[in-house]
């Protein structure tokens, strides 16, 4: 997809603060550090349009992009980072569950997990709780440059089998780095999007 245009449009933590629900919306969850900021900007071809920081953690609040004036992306605040109070990872929770629960223009969800992690009790909960409400989502497995071919191959089988997955749900490679899977992620958010429409 050519990006003509890609801008940051607003930090939110409660229903009254999102943009209003005209466009389409593309929500992108994980774990603290998986990379989706990275992958954010790797698909829109800018540097800096989400924040990355190497500290996990760092995103704490919903962030809204317009792109191409056509769809939003939204940067939803990672999770499971251990060294967060408990307060904070409760006050997380929830404001990720009511932007999940009540966006009526939430289109699907990309659900990103490093694929040299083995998914967490987190990405479990996540996942059941996207299938309870009938959300759809896609998995994406970042970082994939970090490892040899056949280290993915082996990595995504055991991933596979932790989520009780197989080979006919929508699984991803992608790496920032190197632009894998970049094409096909395009691919299948267009393809979701011409169904919400």
Not at 26 to 52: C, D, M, P, W, Y
Not at 102 to 126: K, T, Y
Not at 129 to 148: G, H, Q
């Given at each position: 997809?050519?990006?003509?245009?890609?801008?940051?449009?607003?930090?939110?933590?409660?229903?009254?603060?999102?943009?209003?629900?005209?466009?389409?919306?593309?929500?992108?969850?994980g774990r603290s550090n998986v990379g989706k900021s990275s992958l954010i900007n790797a698909l829109v071809e800018?540097?800096?349009?989400?924040?990355?920081?190497?500290?996990?953690?760092?995103?704490?609040?919903?962030?809204?992009?317009?792109?191409?004036?056509?769809?939003?992306?939204?940067?939803?605040?990672?999770?499971?980072?251990?060294?967060?109070?408990?307060?904070?990872?409760?006050?997380?929770?929830?404001?990720?569950?009511?932007?999940?629960?009540?966006?009526?223009?939430?289109?699907?969800?990309?659900?990103?997990?490093?694929?040299?992690?083995?998914?967490?009790?987190?990405?479990?909960?996540?996942?059941?709780?996207?299938?309870?409400?009938?959300?759809?989502?896609?998995?994406?497995?970042?970082?994939?440059?970090?490892?040899?071919?056949?280290?993915?191959?082996?990595?995504?089988?055991?991933?596979?089998?932790?989520?009780?997955?197989?080979?006919?749900?929508?699984?991803?490679?992608?790496?920032?780095?190197?632009?894998?899977?970049?094409?096909?992620?395009?691919?299948?958010?267009?393809?979701?999007?011409k169904s919400f429409q």
């Amino acid at each position: 997809m050519k990006i003509t245009k890609a801008e940051f449009i607003k930090s939110a933590v409660l229903p009254s603060q999102y943009p209003p629900a005209e466009l389409p919306e593309i929500a992108f969850a994980g774990r603290s550090n998986v990379g989706k900021s990275s992958l954010i900007n790797a698909l829109v071809e800018r540097k800096n349009l989400a924040k990355t920081s190497n500290t996990p953690g760092r995103t704490q609040l919903i962030n809204f992009f317009m792109i191409n004036d056509k769809i939003s992306f939204v940067d939803l605040p990672g999770y499971g980072f251990a060294k967060v109070a408990r307060s904070v990872k409760k006050n997380w929770g929830e404001m990720v569950e009511v932007y999940l629960s009540q966006r009526p223009n939430l289109a699907m969800v990309v659900l990103i997990l490093d694929i040299r992690r083995v998914p967490n009790e987190d990405d479990l909960s996540l996942r059941d709780w996207l299938d309870n409400y009938r959300i759809p989502y896609l998995y994406v497995l970042t970082k994939s440059d970090k490892l040899s071919n056949n280290q993915c191959v082996k990595q995504r089988r055991i991933i596979e089998s932790v989520l009780s997955i197989g080979d006919a749900e929508k699984f991803l490679l992608f790496s920032a780095k190197t632009g894998r899977g970049k094409d096909v992620l395009w691919q299948v958010l267009r393809e979701y999007l011409k169904s919400f429409q």
